[in-house]
């Protein structure tokens, strides 16, 4: 790979010195016609895009539809447009407080993966220890862990503490794979931040609490931001655990979608909208983090 | 980055150990413990010793469902690789365009899965689903609930609907981070597309591939909820993979010991394929 960028960096000084005009517009016209700037460049992501909304529309499209017309021939808009499958959601409590409790422990799970995260992402990054490599690993390992395997054991060791039905207990299994998540996503920006900066500061007579709060959590701001985003999307999506773990005081809006499956038959508008209200909190956060999302990418840790 | 040896660094990452230890380590020290004991119920152990692990290494239905989530795994990664650096070529590089891009190729990411599986469960019914429906429109006899190839299809195309755009968003962050200067020298080359592709992009984007073959095959040889909503692990036993399985045995016929015994098998088997993949991948940023 080396070998061809050199030619082709030395090519590029090459040529800039004995240009020749006309080759370059006809070069420029075909490069034009092949690559970046095509006019059809929107072509490929449209349609992909067009595959991705289909199934929403869809969703959405039955959400806002009766019954009756949901089971009866198809129809691509509603007919009698109704908001009563939201009615539904938002006047029971049974139904709204699935959204109350998914948001409570995903925001604790939140606070708790970075809180932990950092101090522990300042070590791997700064320091050699004995073992470090392996410990490393060795977290990873768990975000690699299958939840299946651990759906029993966690139900039975938090029935041990009495913890079963409440958002800390979910909070907690979710940390299984949030933590090493977050610790390998703050590692990656810490490691950006020059040490010179650490040094600094403790000759400036920073003691290390200070130094930390003061100083380097703000150079790593958008880091932080980046890890309690995947931090809030992986404990949004999970349901396995989040199921297992609760039974009614603290169950997750996903977990009572499936009450829908009742005696009387499959109520499917009022199952479409909590699914349309689901799609929305992840759909506010992406906004939010449109532009670091790339980024957070690009340390390719996720 | 110069790292100075400093064995108090322990006590930084003491918080997150005894967190990992309690949500880790003791749920999977009680999995070893069933898998090697028996039970007949009213809390009373027997040993068993390795009995499990010799019944589950021999039955026909644990590598049944093994090799059926390996195939899985393979032809998910074989579409959705190609298929994510495709649309990331294609992504516009500047813009309004990139926002909206990222915004809508992201939402799938952060549907709750068995929102996921539901959407598509909806989807794929012949008789109120769009995408059931206008296939049977079109001729195609086409039902997830009754044919095993159908169902694979669905759970297939589900999978690529869900996570293609993170190979998308993880290849398109590989190829911002090059250098306006490579694509004018191979513009003056007269270098082909394909030539800019191989020599240029690829090699620029290896190391979020590596990332993103490992994510996608890691999640989905432990893929459990899309699936388990939309075919049930059926029609029969053909879209059983081994998550599914296992919670089938765990929860639903409380079968303690082969479950335990299966989780481990299970654990060990990513346990070593992670570390072939960590291997590889500290190796390379190492050169």
Redesign the interface.
Known sequence: ?AE??N???R??QG?GATAVSAQDAA?ER??RR???ESRF?????TL??I??????Y??VN?SFKTNQE??GP?TFFPVNPTLKNYAVIFSDPSWYSGYINSIIYVVMNMV?SV???L??A?????????G?KH?F?W????????????????F??YSAFGLIDTHIAVA??H??FN??LA?WILEGFM?GVP?EIDETAYIDGYSFPRFFVKIFMPLIASGIGVAAFFCF?FS?????LAR?LTTTAAKP???I??RTVSASGLD?GV??AA?VL??I???L???FV??Y???G??L?R? | ??????????F??L???V??A???V???M??VNYSVQDTFGNNEFFWAGSEWFQEMLTSARFWEAFWRNLAFSGIILAIEIPLGI??AL????SGW?V?V???????????????VG???Q??GRI?????G?GLNAFGLDYNYVNDPIDAWATVVIMDV?HW???V???C???L??IPD?????????????WA?FR??QL?KMN??LL?AVL?RF?DS??I??EPFVVTGGGPGNSTTF???D??KM??GQFD?GP?AAM?II??LI??LL??VF?TVMTNYDAE
């Not at chain 1, 595959?51 to 929403?56: D, G, S, T």
């Not at chain 2, 891009?101 to 929102?115: K, R, S, T, Y």
């Not at chain 2, 008789?127 to 995408?131: A, P, Q, T």
């Not at chain 2, 200067?181 to 597309?193: E, H, M």
């Open positions: 790979m061809a960028n030619t082709t960096l090519a590029a040529s070069l075909k490069m092949r690559g970046d460049w929107w072509l490929v992501p992909y895009i595959f991705l909304m289909l199934p929403i869809w969703l039955m949901i089971i198809i708790i809180a932990v995260a101090p522990a300042y070590a791997f990054s700064r320091y050699r220890f004995l470090d410990l690993f977290l990873l390992t768990n975000r690699m862990a299958p939840p299946a395997v651990f759906a029993l054991p966690f039975q060791l907690l299994a940390c299984l933590v090493p610790v490691s040490k999307m949004w999506v999970e349901l396995l297992t809006i996903s977990a979608m499936t499917w199952l479409a699914g689901t799609i909190p992840g759909a956060v992406i906004w449109r532009n999302i790339a980024k990418f690009a390719g996720v | 980055m110069e790292k100075t040896w400093n064995n108090r660094a322990w930084m990452v918080p997150v150990l967190l990992v309690f949500s880790a003791i749920p999977l009680t999995v495709f649309i294609n992504m516009p590089k365009g926002p891009c990222l915004v809508l190729m992201a939402l799938p990411l952060l549907i709750p899965w068995n929102v539901t959407i598509w909806v989807f008789d109120i689903g769009l995408l429906y609907w293609t755009s993170l998308v968003l993880l398109y962050a590989g911002v981070s200067a490579y694509y004018q020298a191979a513009k003056i080359d007269g270098a082909s597309r800019v020599y240029i090699p190391r979020v990332i994510l890691m040889f432990m459990y909820t081994l998550s599914i296992l919670v765990a929860i303690l479950a989780s299970y654990f990513i346990l992670s570390w960590y």
